[in-house]
């Protein structure tokens, strides 16, 4: 049973549902702010707050540098 | 070694049960969201994504089986073929794409791929981050890595 469902899960990949490419960040984000703010904590406590914060700061960091990008390829495509 | 075979247990051993769970969760969850995208056959092996499989030796407790579990699945995709090893591309053309054809199944392309790639990779390092993170514990006393204790400006003044 458990080795079934497995196999459904991992041995035939799984279709990403349509435009959900770009929200597959949102996850990964978390996840990664948990980690990096759970190697600052001494408790669990002390997680949550540090952590929305930390994920609010990488999703609008990497905001701002996909729009500076796309100002970048906007204006060689305008001017160049 | 404990969290490199599975994530949060070094934590756990050294009695923060807490941060175990989270960070078993912040590691696993994007490891087997990965896998599921990516599918094992591709994602777990040396041949065909060998960076990928040194990122993701992190955490090396899921992904050393699950490169057994690849190799597996492509001896039985070479067996119902009647092939011995895996065709070069610069062989005959009909064999290789009777193998692609059947491999194609198990494979996942654009996005899921990238999608795979970047989770699974991620994934195995931040259990690096873990990892090392345990070791700081297990040496200080349980203080984190990056860990600062808010103390007055004065007292930093005069430690320098």
């Given at each position: 049973?458990?080795?079934?469902?497995?196999?459904?899960?991992?041995v035939?990949?799984?279709?990403?549902?349509?435009?959900?490419?770009?929200?597959?960040?949102?996850?990964?984000?978390?996840?990664?702010?948990?980690?990096?703010?759970?190697?600052?904590?001494?408790?669990?406590?002390?997680?949550?707050?540090?952590?929305?914060?930390?994920?609010?700061?990488?999703?609008?960091?990497?905001?701002?540098?996909?729009?500076?990008?796309?100002?970048?390829?906007?204006?060689?495509?305008?001017?160049? | 070694?404990?969290?490199?075979?599975?994530?949060?247990?070094?934590?756990?051993?050294?009695?923060?049960?807490?941060?175990?769970?989270?960070?078993?969760?912040?590691?696993?969850?994007?490891?087997?969201?990965?896998?599921?995208?990516?599918?094992?056959l591709?994602?777990?092996?040396?041949?065909?994504?060998?960076?990928?499989?040194?990122?993701?030796?992190?955490?090396?407790?899921?992904?050393?089986?699950?490169?057994?579990?690849s190799?597996q699945i492509e001896?039985r995709v070479?067996?119902?073929?009647?092939?011995?090893?895996?065709?070069?591309?610069?062989?005959?053309?009909?064999?290789?794409?009777?193998?692609?054809?059947?491999?194609?199944?198990y494979?996942?392309?654009?996005?899921?791929?990238?999608?795979?790639?970047?989770?699974?990779?991620?994934?195995?390092?931040?259990?690096?981050?873990?990892?090392?993170?345990?070791?700081?514990?297990?040496?200080?006393?349980?203080?984190?890595?990056?860990?600062?204790?808010?103390?007055?400006?004065?007292?930093?003044?005069?430690?320098?």
């Amino acid at each position: 049973m458990i080795g079934a469902v497995l196999g459904w899960l991992f041995v035939e990949p799984v279709k990403l549902p349509p435009g959900a490419r770009m929200w597959m960040l949102l996850p990964l984000v978390a996840c990664v702010a948990t980690v990096y703010r759970a190697t600052r904590a001494r408790r669990p406590g002390e997680m949550p707050r540090a952590t929305l914060i930390t994920f609010v700061n990488i999703i609008v960091g990497m905001v701002l540098i996909a729009a500076a990008f796309y100002g970048v390829h906007w204006a060689v495509r305008r001017f160049w | 070694m404990l969290t490199w075979i599975l994530p949060g247990a070094g934590h756990w051993l050294l009695g923060h049960r807490g941060l175990a769970g989270v960070c078993f969760l912040a590691v696993s969850l994007p490891y087997w969201t990965g896998l599921a995208f990516g599918g094992i056959l591709d994602s777990v092996n040396t041949w065909t994504n060998r960076w990928l499989f040194l990122a993701e030796l992190g955490v090396g407790g899921y992904t050393v089986p699950c490169h057994f579990i690849s190799q597996q699945i492509e001896r039985r995709v070479l067996k119902d073929l009647g092939l011995t090893a895996p065709p070069e591309p610069s062989g005959p053309q009909e064999v290789y794409s009777r193998y692609l054809n059947h491999r194609a199944r198990y494979m996942s392309f654009y996005p899921e791929s990238d999608v795979a790639t970047i989770y699974l990779a991620t994934a195995g390092l931040l259990n690096l981050l873990v990892i090392l993170d345990a070791i700081s514990r297990a040496t200080t006393g349980g203080l984190p890595t990056f860990y600062r204790e808010s103390q007055p400006a004065a007292s930093w003044e005069s430690r320098s």
